[in-house]
């Protein structure tokens, strides 16, 4: 009913930037919250940042300062622009949304974009 596909990884020095884009397709009425998390290799899920319907958003406090999360909901998409990246920063990242449409309302997770921070 509701696909989520995630741009915008890649490898990246310590220092650097990149900015995820996440867009949301299928027979959507609305989308109320919407998330980026990340899980490193041996680690579980995190929630790195969420952002409601209304541009309220938080973040996980490893990123705060760094991390900008945004999003268009003209086009159903949410934006992680991701500054001074730390080598910790290395995960996939996963978009998440919280749609609903004409009968059903779910949680949908996109299929990750790899970020890996190194020299």
Known sequence: QVQLVESGGGLVQPGGSLRLSCAASGSIFGINSMGWYRQAP????????????RGRSNYADSVKGRFTISRDNAKNMVYLQMNSLKPDDTAVYYCNADAYGFGFRSDY??????????S
Not at 42 to 53: C, D, F, M, P, Y
Not at 109 to 118: D, F
Request: aromatic share 4%.
């Open 109 to 118: 997770w996109g299929q990750g974009t790899q970020v890996t921070v190194s």
């Open 42 to 53: 041996g680690k579980e899920r995190e929630l790195v940042a969420s952002i409601t319907s």
